[in-house]
Protein backbone atom coordinates (compact mmCIF):
# COMPACT_ATOMS: atom_id res chain seq x y z
CA UNK A 1 0.00 0.00 0.00
CA UNK A 2 3.20 2.38 0.96
CA UNK A 3 4.53 1.84 -2.71
CA UNK A 4 1.24 2.36 -4.17
CA UNK A 5 0.71 6.00 -2.53
CA UNK A 6 4.70 6.38 -3.42
CA UNK A 7 3.86 5.41 -6.83
CA UNK A 8 0.84 7.80 -7.43
CA UNK A 9 2.67 10.97 -5.72
CA UNK A 10 5.84 10.12 -8.25
CA UNK A 11 3.14 10.15 -11.25
CA UNK A 12 1.37 13.07 -10.04
CA UNK A 13 4.55 14.81 -9.55
CA UNK A 14 5.79 14.21 -13.31
CA UNK A 15 2.54 14.39 -14.67
CA UNK A 16 2.32 18.48 -12.86
CA UNK A 17 5.66 19.07 -13.98
CA UNK A 18 4.82 18.22 -17.43
CA UNK A 19 1.84 20.39 -17.41
CA UNK A 20 4.31 23.02 -16.05
CA UNK A 21 6.59 22.68 -18.63
CA UNK A 22 3.58 22.97 -21.17
CA UNK A 23 2.61 25.85 -19.92
CA UNK A 24 5.71 27.84 -19.79
CA UNK A 25 5.86 26.15 -23.59
CA UNK A 26 3.09 28.14 -24.45
CA UNK A 27 3.48 31.36 -22.66
CA UNK A 28 7.09 31.10 -24.37
CA UNK A 29 5.33 31.28 -27.97
CA UNK A 30 2.77 34.07 -27.00
CA UNK A 31 5.94 36.24 -26.58
CA UNK A 32 5.82 35.64 -30.55
CA UNK A 33 2.58 36.35 -30.78
CA UNK A 34 2.69 39.43 -28.59
CA UNK A 35 5.02 41.09 -30.99
CA UNK A 36 3.01 40.14 -33.66
CA UNK A 37 0.45 42.46 -32.27
CA UNK A 38 2.59 44.98 -31.26
CA UNK A 39 3.86 44.83 -34.75
CA UNK A 40 0.43 45.59 -36.06
CA UNK A 41 -0.19 48.32 -32.98
CA UNK A 42 3.18 50.17 -34.43
CA UNK A 43 3.31 49.63 -37.55
CA UNK A 44 7.07 48.27 -37.46
CA UNK A 45 7.78 46.04 -40.44
CA UNK A 46 11.16 45.17 -38.80
CA UNK A 47 9.56 44.23 -35.74
CA UNK A 48 7.03 41.74 -38.00
CA UNK A 49 10.47 40.54 -39.99
CA UNK A 50 12.07 39.68 -36.97
CA UNK A 51 9.19 37.22 -35.97
CA UNK A 52 9.31 35.28 -38.87
CA UNK A 53 11.73 32.40 -39.84
CA UNK A 54 13.68 33.21 -43.37
CA UNK A 55 12.48 29.74 -44.20
CA UNK A 56 8.62 30.88 -44.34
CA UNK A 57 5.91 29.65 -46.01
CA UNK A 58 2.89 32.36 -46.73
CA UNK A 59 -0.34 31.39 -47.82
CA UNK A 60 -2.14 34.52 -47.86
CA UNK A 61 -6.36 34.15 -47.88
CA UNK A 62 -5.79 30.45 -49.14
CA UNK A 63 -5.32 31.85 -52.84
CA UNK A 64 -1.70 33.48 -52.79
CA UNK A 65 1.31 31.96 -51.31
CA UNK A 66 4.64 33.55 -50.58
CA UNK A 67 8.35 33.24 -49.24
CA UNK A 68 9.85 35.63 -46.53
CA UNK A 69 10.91 38.05 -48.31
CA UNK A 70 7.91 38.83 -50.73
CA UNK A 71 5.66 38.73 -47.43
CA UNK A 72 8.12 40.53 -44.72
CA UNK A 73 8.82 43.25 -47.97
CA UNK A 74 4.59 43.17 -48.89
CA UNK A 75 3.55 43.46 -45.10
CA UNK A 76 6.45 46.55 -44.56
CA UNK A 77 5.16 48.62 -47.39
CA UNK A 78 1.37 48.39 -46.17
CA UNK A 79 2.61 49.52 -42.77
CA UNK A 80 4.70 52.62 -44.33
CA UNK A 81 1.27 52.98 -46.69
CA UNK A 82 -1.14 53.25 -43.14
CA UNK A 83 1.68 55.34 -41.51
CA UNK A 84 1.33 57.85 -44.28
CA UNK A 85 -2.20 57.48 -44.34
CA UNK A 86 -3.17 57.83 -40.49
CA UNK A 87 -4.63 54.26 -40.25
CA UNK A 88 -4.20 52.69 -37.39
CA UNK A 89 -4.30 48.42 -36.62
CA UNK A 90 -5.12 46.14 -33.53
CA UNK A 91 -5.33 42.99 -33.51
CA UNK A 92 -5.83 40.33 -31.85
CA UNK A 93 -5.90 36.41 -31.44
CA UNK A 94 -7.68 33.58 -30.14
CA UNK A 95 -7.55 29.78 -30.36
CA UNK A 96 -9.56 26.37 -30.91
CA UNK A 97 -5.74 24.09 -31.37
CA UNK A 98 -2.39 25.07 -29.64
CA UNK A 99 -0.23 21.64 -30.02
CA UNK A 100 3.52 22.03 -29.44
CA UNK A 101 6.54 19.70 -28.57
CA UNK A 102 9.99 21.46 -27.11
CA UNK A 103 10.73 22.66 -30.98
CA UNK A 104 7.30 23.02 -32.94
CA UNK A 105 3.60 24.43 -32.45
CA UNK A 106 0.84 24.55 -34.61
CA UNK A 107 -1.82 27.00 -33.49
CA UNK A 108 -5.43 27.23 -35.33
CA UNK A 109 -7.52 29.92 -34.21
CA UNK A 110 -9.10 33.37 -35.18
CA UNK A 111 -8.02 36.63 -34.95
CA UNK A 112 -9.72 40.14 -34.94
CA UNK A 113 -7.94 43.07 -36.73
CA UNK A 114 -9.66 46.51 -36.52
CA UNK A 115 -8.73 48.94 -38.70
CA UNK A 116 -8.95 52.96 -37.88
CA UNK A 117 -9.11 55.31 -41.05
CA UNK A 118 -10.30 58.89 -40.49
CA UNK A 119 -11.74 58.41 -37.25
CA UNK A 120 -14.19 55.61 -38.27
CA UNK A 121 -13.57 51.46 -37.63
CA UNK A 122 -13.84 48.24 -39.48
CA UNK A 123 -13.50 44.74 -38.12
CA UNK A 124 -11.86 41.86 -40.02
CA UNK A 125 -12.29 37.95 -38.73
CA UNK A 126 -10.20 35.40 -40.27
CA UNK A 127 -9.37 32.32 -39.26
CA UNK A 128 -5.48 31.39 -39.16
CA UNK A 129 -2.96 28.48 -39.17
CA UNK A 130 0.44 29.10 -38.03
CA UNK A 131 3.28 27.04 -37.76
CA UNK A 132 6.64 27.72 -35.29
CA UNK A 133 9.72 26.63 -35.01
CA UNK A 134 11.91 26.84 -31.81
CA UNK A 135 15.34 28.34 -33.35
CA UNK A 136 17.97 29.83 -30.97
CA UNK A 137 15.33 29.42 -28.32
CA UNK A 138 13.41 31.76 -29.90
CA UNK A 139 10.02 30.65 -31.71
CA UNK A 140 9.81 32.10 -35.02
CA UNK A 141 6.84 31.35 -37.74
CA UNK A 142 7.51 29.29 -39.95
CA UNK A 143 4.42 28.94 -41.59
CA UNK A 144 1.13 31.36 -41.97
CA UNK A 145 -1.93 30.35 -43.40
CA UNK A 146 -4.91 32.60 -43.09
CA UNK A 147 -8.86 32.81 -44.73
CA UNK A 148 -11.80 34.34 -44.02
CA UNK A 149 -13.45 31.38 -45.21
CA UNK A 150 -15.66 32.85 -47.81
CA UNK A 151 -16.19 36.07 -45.24
CA UNK A 152 -17.86 33.42 -43.04
CA UNK A 153 -15.73 34.35 -40.65
CA UNK A 154 -16.83 36.71 -37.91
CA UNK A 155 -17.32 37.63 -33.77
CA UNK A 156 -19.10 34.87 -32.77
CA UNK A 157 -16.47 32.54 -34.11
CA UNK A 158 -13.84 35.09 -32.11
CA UNK A 159 -15.75 34.53 -28.82
CA UNK A 160 -16.10 31.02 -28.94
CA UNK A 161 -12.62 30.57 -29.26
CA UNK A 162 -9.70 30.48 -26.27
CA UNK A 163 -8.58 33.50 -25.22
CA UNK A 164 -4.59 33.63 -25.32
CA UNK A 165 -3.55 33.27 -22.17
CA UNK A 166 -6.24 30.37 -21.27
CA UNK A 167 -3.79 27.45 -21.71
CA UNK A 168 -5.52 24.69 -19.82
CA UNK A 169 -7.76 23.83 -23.09
CA UNK A 170 -4.44 22.99 -24.47
CA UNK A 171 -2.55 21.29 -21.37
CA UNK A 172 -3.14 17.74 -20.44
CA UNK A 173 -1.86 16.87 -17.04
Same mark, same amino acid.
Given at each position: ?14 ? /? ?7 ? *?????? *? *? ?11 ? /? ?16 ? &? ?25 ? *? ?20 ? &? ?61
Amino acid at each position: MKNTRLLLLVLLGIS /GLAYEQSVN *TLKEIN *T *TWDKFALAYETLD /GQLFADIHAKQLIRISGG &QRISDYEAYCSSNSARFQNAKSNGVTN *TIAFRFFERIHNDSIASERGIY &QLVRTANGASQTYYGQFHVLFKNIENQWLIIMDYDSTEGNTIDETDYLKAYAIDDFDPFVKE
